[in-house]
């Protein structure tokens, strides 16, 4: 499965360092008279540090594996979702990533959704952790929550560095990136879109991209009338 060739490659990076550093540091070894144990410290700080670097992946791949793997025609077990919650939570956990580079800007309305509460926290934090890598030091990034028509919307605007037209209907593919030389700068694992993309499926909504580079984007998650509703207090 795809699940199972990507989580292979992830992990056979990491072997393939452990594997390399071993090497080069065996050869030093018979030079400077390292002893074994040195050694054997020496590769398990590297495996702890390859894992560490490659967890954000795994997690990601777990994540959308299950996604893809539910049965979308089984009975709906969704409940009533406080996304305003959600949005104001994912506002401050993006505040404290982009570690006061920008202007955070929310305009949050008191309206429920039915869904699934920890698929739709995550594809919120997908787009706004998004928005905290690819918009400049200095940049505003504008959380909404809200009635928009007969549904209900959220979105997440940036004044980033934007994405020409032809890269948008492929951002939501695996590991695509419109921009290789950045994401590498940036971090991210390339599988956040994919992720966003199954959960407002199995939630009713749709996603929305609008970009223009050098001024910006806005992604926008879309939930039908059926879904939302305003809170009752």
């Not at 074994?36 to 997690?59: K, Q």
């Not at 929550?145 to 695996?174: N, Q, Y």
């Amino acid at each position: 499965s795809f699940f199972l060739l990507s989580a292979w490659h992830s992990f056979k990076i990491l072997w393939v360092n452990t594997i390399v550093y071993y090497f080069f540091t065996e050869r030093v070894n018979v030079f400077a008279g390292l002893n074994a144990g040195m050694l054997c410290s020496g590769m398990i700080i590297v495996v702890f540090l390859e894992g560490a670097a490659h967890a954000p992946i795994v997690d990601d791949l777990l994540m959308l594996s299950g996604l893809e793997n539910r049965d979308e025609t089984q009975t709906d077990e969704s409940e009533v979702v406080a996304m305003h919650r959600i949005a104001e939570d994912v506002v401050g956990e993006g505040e404290a990533l982009s570690l006061g580079r920008h202007t955070f800007v929310k305009e949050i309305e008191d309206v429920l959704l039915l869904g699934h509460p920890d698929e739709l926290r995550s594809a919120a934090m997908n787009l706004v952790s998004n928005a905290v890598r690819y918009t400049p030091d200095g940049g505003t990034i504008t959380v909404r929550w809200g009635r928009s028509g007969m549904g209900a919307v959220f979105s997440v605007a940036d004044t980033g560095i934007g994405i020409e037209a032809k890269h948008i209907p492929r951002l939501t593919e695996r590991f695509y990136r419109a921009d290789k030389g950045r994401s590498r700068q940036t971090g991210g694992t390339g599988l956040g879109l994919a992720i966003v993309k199954h959960v407002l499926r199995r939630n009713g909504g749709t996603l929305k991209i609008e970009s223009t580079p050098g001024v910006g984007s806005v992604f926008s998650m879309h939930f039908p009338e059926e879904r939302t509703f305003s809170s009752l207090r």
